[in-house]
Every structure is written in C-alpha cells, then in structure tokens.
C-alpha cells in the first residue's frame, strides 16, 4: 500500500519548494509474539509465558529508563515512534534503549507501526507532532490487544489525558508508580526506580499549562473523537499540562514557601542575550566550597562570581545557564573559607524541617560534617584566592536567570545516605543522598530501603528541582555495595569519572581474528608493508608488562651514522572504520590503569596477543625510521609499515644490567648502549635549548596474588636506569621518539 506526504519547505536560497515522500505500508509485519499464528517464527522475541506485554509511550522511554533497565521488566513492545523519538531527542537515551532492545534476556521487541497498514497513524489537521504520536502508541497497544486476546496489554504512561483516551478505546493503562506497586511482592525495588517527574520542570510546564489551557479554550467545543481516541482540540492537553504544573508548584506551593526565583521565559532569554543584559556560559562550580561558582563571559572580560545556592537558582556544575550581572554595588568578593557545618544533628534536622516555611539557612542546611574534603573555615587556595578587578577584592557577581541545558548525568551520582533516624510510621521514607563528589548538591529521594542501604554505596540520578525545595527531587538507581569496600570506592571512582566498565559484546570479539594468529605470507608480500625482522628489536617495560605496543632498535651504519628504529604496534590493520570494535574503541577512548586492574580500551586478545610485540614471534608494526649521526643529529627519516620479529622482551632492570654488564657484546646490548649515549646527547641539547623538565614521579604499587590487596607503595626510581630512568621511568623511551622528532 502507498501513501504519499507532501509538505513545503524553504531552501537556503529563499525559495518555497514543495516535497512529496511515498510512505509504503505493509501487511507482513511481524508482531514478535508465539501467540501470534500469524507471526513469523523467526521474529518471535516476546515469551508466550509472559504475565502480560507492556507497551511504552515516549516519555516513559525517555524519563524511566533505570526503571525499564531492571531485570523484573521484560516482555515490552516499543514503538518504531518511541525508538525514533527518543533518538531525537536524547542520544544517550536512545543508545540506551537500543541495548535493551538488543537484549536477548529483556525481550524488548521494536514493533514499525509507522510501516504496518494497521497501525499507521496520519496526522489530523491541527493535531500536534506529540498528540500525534500518543495516538499512534494508543493504536499499537489496541492493535496487540485484539490480535492477540489470550495476553494482557498494558499502557504503560504518566500522562492522564492518554490514560483516559486509552480507556475510551478499551485499552488497560497503568502509571508507572502503580504498576511498580502491583510488582511489590515479586520485586519491591521498582518503586525506588520510578522518576519523580517525568514531564517537564516547574517552569516549563506552568508556562505550558498557560499556553495550552487558552488553546484549549479558544477551540472549545471543537474536540474530535474516533476510534484512535480524542484527538487535538480537546482537553486532554490542557489537562495534562496543567497536572504537570500542579504536580511540580500549583499543589505544593500553597503549603510552601518558593525558595528560588523560577526561571525566564526562552524569549526573554534569548532577547536578554542579543541586547547584552544577560550572559550565556557553562558553570563551574567550586569543589572546595559548593556555594560558589564561575561563568566565563567575554563581554565582562572576566569570570563571573555567583555566590550561594539561592543566586545559582537550581543550576548545578556543567549546566548552561544564564545569567544576569548585579549592580557594582553587590558584586563580592570569593570566600576564602568554608560555610561553618551544622554543629548538632538536631540542628541540621530542624533545618530541613523549617524548608516548608522557607526559613531555612542554605549553607547550614546543605553542608554535611563527614563530607568536607577541607576543613571548615580554613583558607582556600586555589579559585578563591584568584585575582580580583576591584581594589578591594570584588569581582562581577551574578545571579542565574535560566538554564538552557541540564548537565544532570544519565549515569547518576554515587554517594550515600546522610545519616538520620528512621522513625516508625510509612515504609517509604524521605532522605536526603550526599554526592561524593561536592560540587553537586544533596539529592532528596524517597526510597523504601532506608535501613538496609544507611551504610551503602548508591546510585541516585535527579529528576527535577522545585522553587520550593532546598534540593533536586531523585530516584535510587542501584546499590554499589558497602561503604569502605575496595571494590565498590573502586566502582564508585569510575563511575564518577564516567570509566566504561562493561564487558565486549559479542559484535566487538567478532572483529577479533581467532587464537592462534600469525603472520601469513599475505602480509609479508604487502608492497607497502617492509620485512624488518632481520634488525636486532627488543621492547623495555615494566615487569609483567603483556600488552607491549613500542620496540626499538639502534644499528651502526658503514657510515658511521645511527640507524634509530622505534615500532609501534599496527592496530590499525585490525582495527577497521565503523566496524562494532572501532566504534567501541572511539567511545573507551583509552584503557583505563587501576592499582588493581586495568579496562582495556580493546579485547584481550589484540592488545596481549596479536599486537603484543613480544619476542620470538613475529608481528605487524608501524616503524619510524631515523639516521642520525654519532653527535645525534637528525640526517634523515622515514615511515613505513612492516613486519619485525622482536628479539626480546626485557625489563627495566634487564635493560640496565646489559648496559652495565661490559662482557655482553650481542647486537641488542650494543644497541641499548649506543641509544643510551644518543638519548644523553638528545637530552642536553633540549636542555641547553631551555626545554623544561616537566618529569614527575610514578607511583607504583605492589599487590597481593591472592587478595590483590596492596602490600606496599613506592615510586619509581628517576636517574637509577641510566637510559630509562632519565627519560621518566615507566614510559621513557616514548620521549625517545619525541627527542628524534
């Protein structure tokens, strides 16, 4: 079946063009369930045992997906419309569902309605891209409801205009915070992971609720109805947004007192910017005293200062905010010391509580004792003790007006529960959860699991943050384990650092050619590859060293020059462009080295096997090739890839007793000994030159075989290798190559 779309556009050039798509719609579009007879058995993912299906709407895909990510949900159908819009909208986001739905244990299936004659939906006259697409949903779920009678389907939705247009269509929805409740007995934790707000922040949709409800207004009496449900015109928007308000200030804001001023409109925003009353920037907060921060400003020519929470309006680190100067006449100075903490837990306690009235202190209240990293009031150096632009030690000061871009991390924040007492009465408590990391303020939580998690590492992500709250609104997301553990303070350091822990799938160790490999005749004959393995190479690396990517080699020439050869493993012949391992690759950027372990940016066996270049067995490389002279000038260079046949694998230590050993004559110790006479010449030009030593100790540790536990802690002895050594120790002969170059 073909459908046509046609809309106009203007180019660039200013001209109107018309377009028109064809938009084919099939009838063998798989439903993904056995209980389907109907359905290809190749396409069959859902279970035929499962209690029921669950079908999501986007703003469940986009908001709750700790919730979805949790091993008691399974069995749901996502809309070709839900993974395409949540795509759109939130990257990180759709990387996320495309997991779940690639998933063999989630059973997570991706229905094309957009493609299905049956379920595809055609936008009505004056309907909006979201309503649209809420019906499309409300089709899909009613398509698998008489399709397959025998299984129950549910909506799985927050809004309540799309539960009650799912309702006049026969169709059984739930929230999310009830159908957490209905899974209690099976898994109690559901209801931690369930975002508190999922629609928009208090801002947003208390001008949305406005602009909708007049909409709504001027066409009433207008709504249309059908079998997909009301459509646009009725007030199923304007109720849904104003629940959103009320929900976030309207119910809430008559029983407390508004905190924070709420944030401008993006037309005042915008507007602001272009006449200069207000600056856009990133902001930086202090990691020795949260109550400050800085937003760069070109038009001030200076950083600008905001100081304390109420100033900084609910913006945290990394936001994009907005800002608006003060006059001269209230900017301040930085602090040079920490807000004194709360001296009693009576105190602190009495604090929060006066946070309905809007009485409270904002530094008392949000320091925590246990969690300072620097004395209370002790002077700070540092971004405090900066250069003012006034004699007095001022500097422009503002206030954030707007927040274009949230920073909150998808990942969460790890940190703990604060300490308080859990009194008898709900099982579901309010708490307050304290960021390692202080930049970040405390996240108020309710949570079932108060008692059982007091002395545990979490996982907390924010989901809003009220005019009338002293802090962001979250949810739990996953306990780490005990605090003090090695291995969970080792979890909650990558975390925090945003270090990917997961394993290689399965796509990226297809990449990886099988154990055993060698290098086949193919490689040896490549024109553009060069047989190198007749040159004495040898690699120098720590003890235990597996994944050894650089060698070296130094030869003297009939000339009297040197030939100087450094060969850096060729990843690359196995490492293709937008192949799953490349792209793995890109996004570890670097493998990560622990006390412990380390996280390897590549599969085990490319970076300790195949491109390890160990010696005795030939490998591929890139080689770098120099001729320098006994004074070490620089008479020539070439690059090439090749193929060598490292003659050893030596240790620092090895390497340095070979030097020093003056009975052994073999070519790889000659070799070391004249590159240890090149390396000493290279480095006294570079000196005399006025290079800096920028060389800095290496830590190194000594581990238990059995525990891993540290035993012992030492540095790395710079100047004892009198090659090695003096070029840094760990990674010296890196800055052999940077000398030659």
């Known amino acids: 079946m073909l459908h046509k779309k046609s809309f106009v556009k203007k180019t660039k050039g200013g001209k109107i063009v018309k377009v028109v798509r064809e938009h084919y719609l099939r009838d063998d579009i798989w439903s993904g369930s056995p209980l389907d007879p109907r359905c290809d058995p190749s396409a069959h993912k859902l279970a035929a045992d499962a ?87 409300r089709v899909v779920a009613k398509w698998y409801a008489d399709r397959l009678p025998s299984m129950p389907i549910l909506l799985l939705t927050n809004d309540a205009g799309n539960l009650a247009a799912a309702a006049a269509m026969g169709i059984t929805g739930m929230t999310l915070p009830s159908y957490a409740r209905s899974r209690a007995a099976d898994a109690p934790e559901l209801q931690d992971l369930v975002a508190r707000q999922e629609f928009m922040d208090e801002d947003d949709a208390t001008l949305a609720a406005e602009a909708i409800a007049a909409a709504a207004a001027a066409t009433a009496g207008s709504a249309r109805g059908g079998p997909a449900g009301p459509g646009p015109g009725s007030n199923r928007d304007a109720a849904a947004a104003t629940a959103a308000a009320n929900s976030s200030s309207g119910q809430r804001s008559s029983k407390r007192k508004r905190l924070f001023e709420q944030h401008r409109p993006m037309s005042d925003i915008q507007a602001g910017i272009a006449a200069g009353r207000y600056h856009q920037g990133a902001l930086r907060v202090n990691r020795f005293n949260p109550f400050e921060g800085w937003v760069s400003s070109e038009a001030v020519g200076r950083d600008i200062l905001i100081s304390g929470r109420i100033d900084m309006n609910r913006a945290i680190d990394g936001d994009i905010v907005v800002v608006e100067l003060l006059p001269e006449s209230q900017w301040k100075a930085p602090s040079r010391v920490l807000p004194r903490a709360a001296t009693k837990q009576s105190k602190g306690n009495q604090l929060l509580n006066n946070a309905d009235d809007g009485s409270t202190d904002e530094a008392d209240a949000d320091i925590a004792p246990e969690i300072f990293q620097v004395a ?5 150096e540092g971004p405090a003790a900066l250069s003012s632009s006034l004699p007095d030690g001022r500097r422009p000061t503002g206030r954030v007006v707007g927040v ?241 046949a490292s003659r050893a694998a030596l240790t620092y230590a090895e390497a340095q007793t070979r030097i020093d050993d003056e009975r052994l004559t073999d070519e790889i110790t000659v070799g070391l000994r004249h590159m240890n006479l090149l390396a000493k010449k290279l480095r006294a030009k570079r000196t005399a030159a006025g290079a800096l030593q920028l060389a800095s100790p290496e830590v190194k540790f000594e581990i238990d075989t059995e525990t891993h536990n540290p035993l012992d802690v030492g540095m790395y002895q710079v100047g004892v290798y009198s090659f090695w050594g003096n070029w840094g120790g760990r990674r010296g002969r890196v800055c052999v190559l940077c000398s030659l170059a």
């Open 51 to 137: 209690k029921h299906y669950l079908v999501i709407d986007t703003n469940v895909a986009l908001h709750q997906m700790d919730f979805l990510e949790h091993p008691a949900i399974k069995d749901v159908v996502v809309c070709r419309t839900v993974v395409e819009e949540v795509e759109h909208r939130n990257k990180a986001g759709g990387q996320r569902l495309k997991a779940l739905c690639q998933s063999p244990t989630k059973r997570f299936f991706v229905f094309s309605n957009e493609h299905h004659k049956e379920t595809y939906v055609k936008e009505e006259p004056g309907e909006s891209p979201n309503d649209r697409n809420d019906r499309a949903i």
């Open 376 to 380: 209370p009031e002790q002077d700070l």
């Open 404 to 644: 274009i871009r949230r920073n909150w991390r998808t990942r969460g924040y790890c940190g703990s529960l604060k300490p308080e007492e859990l009194g008898a009465g709900s099982s579901t408590k309010s708490l307050l959860f304290v960021p390692v990391d202080r930049r970040y303020p405390m996240i108020r939580i309710h949570t079932r699991q108060g008692a059982q998690l007091m002395d545990k590492r979490m996982v907390v992500a924010i989901d809003s943050w009220d005019t009338d709250s002293l802090y962001p609104s979250g949810h739990y997301v996953r306990t780490l384990g005990v605090i003090g553990d090695q291995d969970v303070e080792t979890d909650v350091l990558l975390i925090e650092n945003d270090i990917n822990t997961a394993p290689f799938s399965p796509a990226v160790h297809a990449c990886v050619p099988p154990l055993p490999w060698a290098v086949i005749e193919a490689d040896i004959a490549d024109p553009n590859r060069e047989d190198l393995r007749h040159l004495p190479i040898c690699s120098v690396d720590p003890p235990g060293c597996k994944d050894i990517d650089d060698a070296l080699h130094v030869r003297q020439l009939p000339n009297g020059n040197f030939e100087v050869g450094v060969h850096i493993a060729d990843v690359t012949h196995f490492v293709h462009g937008g192949t799953a391992m490349d792209i793995e690759a890109a996004s570890r950027a670097t493998t990560t080295y622990l006390v412990q372990r380390r996280l390897d940016m590549l599969p085990k066996p490319l970076t300790e096997d195949i491109c390890s270049l160990r010696g005795g067995v030939e490998r591929l490389a890139f080689s770098a090739i120099w001729e320098m002279t006994p004074e070490a000038e620089v008479v020539s260079v070439r690059f090439t890839k090749s193929v060598i």
